[in-house]
């Protein structure tokens, strides 16, 4: 059978995210549980991150150690791709002694290249085009608490960049509806937007927060963008999303964000405190749901 790798949402068919994410509430109660299941005993993940991270590292880390597993982590300079090993040798040497990588990359080619040359699936752990692991949480994290998100809508509110594009590839895959306010020149990719009919750019934040269901938004400034930040906190001073701006969505509207935060600049300093937001538990199913994608392409 040919390896699957998970690069994007579009990798996957809706009915197996859905499945994912299924599977993600199965773990999460056997976390809180019984964990004597060790279905990946014996299994190796290498995790090669070019970028700083938190979240996704300790969620795949832990995930693999709690799913019987073991996971390497690779800092990019640590290793011989830091000395300019081609990233093609590398996949196919990584290829004959672990099971699966995982990848954080600043080009988001290079983890095309990675896995085209791999024999072993390959998991995007965040690019500067897409975040697709990020969004099986945040769908578990509304499930969780609203039901099934198709058909409910969606605000997407700030920097067009790798979030908001897996926000636009999920309204796609989940079918929901999207609405994407940016400043102008920060606006998502338009081929991106252009692939698919549930996805809409607005013009202001207030019109994106409109009766939604869910409002959501990250830094100005990425990973990659250091360097910019004085200039976009002028240009993204209207988007904060702060308590006045949620309210302009339903009233059991849900509030979620990737973190880190930047309390003060895409966030008002208590906004993620606000009972409107999730980000706590948004951020706990981030292990759940890497270790069902761990156990998904490795069985
Ligand atoms: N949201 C997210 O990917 O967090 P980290 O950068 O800490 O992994």
């Given at each position: 059978?040919?390896?699957?790798?998970?690069?994007?949402l579009?990798?996957?068919?809706?009915?197996?995210l859905?499945?994912?994410?299924?599977?993600?509430?199965?773990?999460?109660?056997?976390?809180?549980?019984?964990?004597?299941?060790?279905?990946?005993?014996?299994?190796?993940?290498?995790?090669?991150?070019?970028?700083?991270?938190?979240?996704?590292?300790?969620?795949?880390?832990?995930?693999?150690?709690?799913?019987?597993?073991?996971?390497?982590?690779?800092?990019?300079?640590?290793?011989?791709?830091?000395?300019?090993?081609?990233?093609?040798?590398?996949?196919?040497?990584?290829?004959?002694?672990?099971?699966?990588?995982?990848?954080?990359?600043?080009?988001?080619?290079?983890?095309?290249?990675?896995?085209?040359?791999?024999?072993?699936?390959?998991?995007?752990?965040?690019?500067?085009?897409?975040h697709p692991c990020q969004l099986l949480a945040d769908v578990?994290?509304?499930?969780?608490?609203?039901?099934?998100?198709?058909?409910?809508?969606?605000?997407?509110?700030?920097?067009?960049?790798?979030m908001?594009?897996s926000y636009?590839n999920a309204?796609?895959q989940?079918?929901?509806?999207?609405?994407?306010?940016?400043?102008?020149?920060?606006?998502?990719?338009?081929?991106?937007?252009?692939?698919?009919?549930?996805?809409?750019?607005?013009?202001?934040?207030?019109?994106?927060?409109?009766?939604?269901?869910?409002?959501?938004?990250?830094?100005?400034?990425?990973?990659?963008?250091?360097?910019?930040?004085?200039?976009?906190?002028?240009?993204?001073?209207?988007?904060?999303?702060?308590?006045?701006?949620?309210?302009?969505?339903?009233?059991?509207?849900?509030?979620?964000?990737?973190?880190?935060?930047?309390?003060?600049?895409?966030?008002?300093?208590?906004?993620?405190?606000?009972?409107?937001?999730?980000?706590?538990?948004?951020?706990?199913?981030?292990?759940?749901?890497?270790?069902?994608?761990?156990?998904?392409?490795?069985?």
């Amino acid at each position: 059978m040919a390896k699957r790798d998970f690069l994007s949402l579009l990798d996957f068919a809706p009915e197996e995210l859905s499945q994912l994410v299924e599977r993600a509430g199965t773990l999460k109660r056997k976390f809180l549980g019984d964990r004597s299941d060790q279905p990946l005993k014996g299994h190796t993940a290498a995790m090669l991150f070019q970028l700083n991270s938190t979240r996704t590292r300790v969620a795949f880390e832990a995930g693999m150690s709690q799913l019987g597993g073991h996971a390497i982590v690779l800092n990019s300079e640590d290793t011989q791709m830091g000395r300019g090993e081609p990233i093609s040798d590398m996949a196919k040497v990584l290829s004959e002694m672990v099971d699966i990588v995982v990848m954080r990359t600043i080009k988001h080619a290079d983890v095309i290249e990675f896995a085209e040359a791999a024999s072993i699936p390959v998991i995007n752990a965040m690019t500067s085009l897409l975040h697709p692991c990020q969004l099986l949480a945040d769908v578990q994290t509304f499930e969780e608490l609203r039901g099934p998100i198709q058909g409910k809508t969606v605000a997407f509110i700030g920097d067009g960049y790798n979030m908001c594009h897996s926000y636009i590839n999920a309204a796609h895959q989940w079918g929901f509806n999207l609405k994407i306010a940016s400043p102008e020149g920060y606006r998502p990719d338009p081929q991106i937007l252009a692939s698919t009919n549930n996805a809409t750019l607005v013009e202001t934040a207030e019109e994106a927060a409109e009766n939604v269901d869910l409002l959501v938004t990250d830094v100005w400034a990425s990973m990659g963008h250091e360097g910019e930040e004085a200039d976009r906190r002028a240009i993204f001073a209207s988007f904060q999303v702060n308590e006045a701006l949620l309210d302009h969505a339903k009233t059991e509207a849900l509030f979620m964000h990737c973190l880190p935060a930047k309390r003060g600049e895409e966030v008002n300093e208590t906004v993620l405190d606000d009972p409107r937001s999730v980000v706590w538990q948004e951020a706990g199913n981030r292990l759940h749901t890497q270790k069902a994608l761990l156990q998904f392409l490795l069985e």
